[in-house]
């Protein structure tokens, strides 16, 4: 098989079903033979059947595809790479995950680059869902990366009837869109479930959209990626539906209500490590650095919103 996808979370289930025709790795290997049996994810994608063409296995050396996506979450992706890295050696590496790696503050493409210096990389990232990627319904997502000639092949081995890629080769902006949109996500969140409103919420998309930017161009970004599909797409998309998890986890902060686990929200590792980020860079974020305090602890919602309410007024 030309592609093979490693993680059988919902997002890689989801990927190896628009692909119609993938290796999927599962690193647990009971749940692989339970995906393999039943032709179907029960504990992420219940309902959705793998296509015949898709193969799971819990073995690596079963992976013999040159591209390879890693659907692996962001906090994790360092130490697999540590660990497997000389299995993958030669291929093409595509990252699906989103977030900033707390240790090393860089991004997945980052990461890769880190472990495994010699490999081409790239990122897939953008506004979607995976229950809609598995359904086969419309959606479009950045391919992002800095190698033209590569990015075009991917776009060719990985675009569908249903899952349509742009290219860019703006990695570091697409990255950062990815990642920090889920930290607004979680204010959005926070916000409807306090009740403060629609129009609250509307204005912590805009705010925190205007606050992203400083930092994406310090960092080398290009201000127009923040504009597409991995920046402004995939920010009123997880700012606007249950769906996303770091809306839902913000709903139960404003609600007061505990969540199932806060440690697989990549949104709350990402404000931590953008509010280190944003003081390297002498930057204020005060969308980022309040979600960071309260999902830490050390302020309460009541703070939050005053402190947010009382900044000094200036202009747009």
């Known amino acids: ?43 992420r994608l219940p309902g959705i059947a793998l296509p015949d063409g898709v193969q ?5 050396s079963d992976i013999r595809a040159q591209t390879v996506l890693l ?11 540590r660990q497997h890295g000389a299995a993958l050696a030669g291929r093409v590496l595509v ?28 990122l897939l990232t953008g506004p979607s869902f995976a229950i809609d990627i598995a359904r086969g319904l419309p959606t479009a997502l950045t391919l992002a990366c ?9 776009q060719d081995e990985l675009s569908t009837p249903a899952l349509r890629l742009y290219r860019n080769t703006d990695v570091i902006g697409a990255e950062l869109g990815g990642a920090l949109k889920n930290v607004i996500a979680i204010a959005a969140g926070v916000c409807i479930g306090a009740q403060m409103g629609e129009s609250a919420r509307a204005a912590l998309i805009a705010r925190g959209h205007a606050e992203i930017l ?26 606007c539906s ?19 686990s806060a440690t697989t929200v990549e949104g709350a590792a990402t404000a931590r490590a953008v509010t280190r980020l944003a003081a390297r860079e002498g930057l204020e974020m005060p969308v980022t650095a309040m979600v960071a305090a309260l ?9 939050a919103r005053d402190a947010l309410l009382t900044r000094p007024l200036t202009d747009e």
């Open 95 to 122: 990252a699906c995950s989103k977030g900033i790696d707390l240790e090393q503050m860089i991004g997945p493409v980052g990461v890769i680059r880190a472990a495994l210096p010699e490999t081409r990389a790239a």
């Open 295 to 303: 999902v830490d602890g050390k302020i309460t919602l009541d703070q």
């Open 242 to 260: 249950e769906k996303s998890r770091n809306f839902r986890f913000g709903l139960a902060l404003g609600r007061g209500e505990g969540f199932d």
């Open 56 to 60: 799971v296995t819990s073995d690596l």
């Open 1 to 43: 098989m030309s592609v093979a996808i490693l993680g059988a979370g919902a997002f890689g289930t989801a990927l190896a079903c628009a692909l119609d025709e993938a290796m999927l790795w599962c690193r647990d290997p009971a749940q692989a033979r339970d995906m393999a049996q039943t032709r179907e994810n029960r504990a």
């Open 146 to 154: 800095a190698d033209a000639e590569l990015g075009r092949a991917l």
């Open 214 to 239: 400083p930092l994406a161009r310090r960092l080398g970004a290009e201000p127009e990626t923040l504009t597409g599909l991995s920046g402004l797409g995939d920010l009123i998309l997880t700012c």
């Open 71 to 81: 659907a692996i979450p962001m906090q994790q992706t360092d130490g697999f790479l």
